[in-house]
């Protein structure tokens, strides 16, 4: 492969992994629509690539937000033993699932994913400090609170509905394993919904989680054969560098504003991909 393709390739993953780690949504999202649309890679292979990413991205996020006081440990590994569940058993049928049906099956889950987002449009930053609860959350010792920099003080939330949000995680590790896409845009929109975490919560937890997930699935992709090396190693190393950049703007950004970004991007990526999946290539006729 020629310098120049990889470091485009590089900076698909830098940029991919930058906007994706400041959603806690990793970079598959959007690194999949970049190399099959822009660098015409095999759907197959980009997911493979999203993949190896979606762990680089995690890695490199995941510190910034602990230290940031804004991952949910303790709820991040009761969430993962379901997503993981989900995601060894999308491994099972990824092969024999046809690229156009990814392509509809991607579109879909952005367009529900923005929908359940659209509904919460309000995090519990301003409301008072919730009843202290009397379910599994709390036998399990899931609530907590994060440090808000915009009113300087931490604000306590409590875990709903754990059984409901373990649910949604095992088909987030499923899609995430048939789509390369880490899993988190499902993971959020099911932590701030099912479980009513503030969304900066959804986003740092989701981040720690997306990497378990990836890993759970990306042997049976480099068994197939479907990880190149030659593409997933600039992403990777751009995906790291990304991911810590958009850390960082997570921290100080108002959640308002973090939602509508999300939004925007789901409903942005699902028209590309609706788009691709009818055999639309806007590229090919502009040029």
């Not at 660098?39 to 990413?53: E, K, L, N, P, Q």
């Not at 759970?216 to 090396?229: C, H, K, M, N, Q």
Request: proline content about 4%; hydrophobic content about 55%; some cysteine.
């Amino acid at each position: 492969m020629s310098f120049e393709a990889t470091f485009w390739l590089f900076c698909a993953g830098l940029g991919a992994s930058a906007a994706g780690g400041m959603l806690g949504m990793a970079s598959g999202l959007f690194i999949v629509p970049i190399l099959t649309m822009f660098f015409h890679i095999d759907m197959h292979a980009a997911i493979g690539t999203s993949i190896v990413s979606v762990i680089a991205c995690s890695c490199g996020g995941a510190a910034a937000f602990l230290r940031g006081g804004l991952t949910n440990v303790r709820l991040a590994v009761v969430l993962e033993t379901g997503t993981t569940l989900g995601a060894l058993t999308g491994v099972l049928v990824a092969g024999i699932v046809p690229v156009a049906a990814l392509d509809f099956l991607f579109a879909g889950v952005l367009l529900v994913s923005a929908w359940q987002m659209f509904l919460r449009r309000e995090d519990p930053a301003g409301m008072a400090s919730p009843l202290p609860s009397k379910g599994l959350a709390a036998k399990l010792g899931l609530n907590s609170s994060y440090p808000d920099s915009t009113l300087r003080r931490d604000i306590p939330y409590e875990v709903r509905r754990v059984p409901a949000g373990l649910t949604l995680m095992y088909v987030a590790g499923l899609v995430s394993a048939l789509l390369g896409i880490g899993s988190g845009i499902l993971k959020i929109p099911a932590m701030d919904n099912a479980l009513r975490l503030p969304i900066k919560v959804s986003t740092a937890t989701s981040n720690f989680m997306i990497g378990v997930t990836a890993a759970a699935s990306a042997s049976a992709y480099f068994l197939r054969g479907e990880i190149v090396s030659a593409i997933a190693g600039p992403v990777a190393l751009g995906s790291v560098i990304g991911a810590i950049a958009g850390a960082r703007v997570l921290m100080k950004v108002r959640s308002e504003r973090l939602r509508l970004l999300f939004l925007s991007m789901l409903l942005l990526v699902a028209c590309q991909m609706l788009m691709q999946g009818f055999g639309i290539d806007l590229l090919e006729h502009a040029g």
